[in-house]
C-alpha cells in the first residue's frame, strides 16, 4: 500500500479503422481509469481528448493531426508518477518508451498498481 494517492497515466491504442474501434478503445481506457480510481489514485485517461478531436473535426472538417496528441500525451505523461499500459500502440509504445526514460514505475494492469 502507498500512503498518498498517485497520478497513472493510461497507455493503450486510441485510433482504429472506425468509429466503433475508437469507441471501444476509449472505453477499454475509461474502464482502467476506472480501476485505478478505485484503488485511490488519480487517472489521467489521454483516450478523453476524443472531446477535443470531435470539436476539430466540426469546426475544421478533419482531425488534428497526430502529432499533435502524441506531442499533448508526452507533455502530460512528464506529470504523472506511473504509467499503466492497457495495450499497445505506436503512441502507447512510444509514452512506454519516454516513462522509462524518466525512471517511473510502469504497471501492464491494474492488479500490480498499489493501493492507496
Known amino acids: 500500500m502507498r500512503e498518498?494517492?498517485?497520478?497513472?497515466?493510461?497507455?493503450?491504442p486510441y485510433t482504429a479503422p472506425d468509429d466503433d474501434g475508437i469507441a471501444a478503445n476509449v472505453a477499454a481506457?475509461?474502464?482502467?481509469g476506472?480501476?485505478?480510481?478505485?484503488?485511490?489514485?488519480w487517472p489521467f485517461i489521454p483516450h478523453l481528448t476524443v472531446a477535443y478531436d470531435i470539436w476539430h473535426e466540426?469546426?475544421?472538417?478533419?482531425r488534428a493531426p497526430d502529432d499533435l496528441y502524441y506531442d499533448w500525451d508526452l507533455a502530460m505523461l512528464e506529470r504523472c508518477d506511473g504509467l499503466l499500459r492497457i495495450a499497445p500502440s505506436p503512441g502507447a509504445d512510444?509514452?512506454?518508451?519516454?516513462?522509462r526514460e524518466l525512471g517511473m514505475p510502469v504497471w501492464t494492469s491494474v492488479e500490480g498498481v498499489p493501493g492507496v
Not at 498518498?4 to 493503450?12: D, S, W
Not at 476506472?34 to 489514485?41: C, D, P, S, V
Open 4 to 12: 498518498e494517492r498517485m497520478i497513472v497515466f493510461v497507455a493503450g
Open 29 to 32: 481506457a475509461c474502464a482502467a
Open 34 to 41: 476506472k480501476a485505478l480510481l478505485e484503488k485511490g489514485h
Open 58 to 62: 466540426n469546426e475544421y472538417g478533419e
Open 94 to 99: 512510444r509514452e512506454l518508451e519516454r516513462a
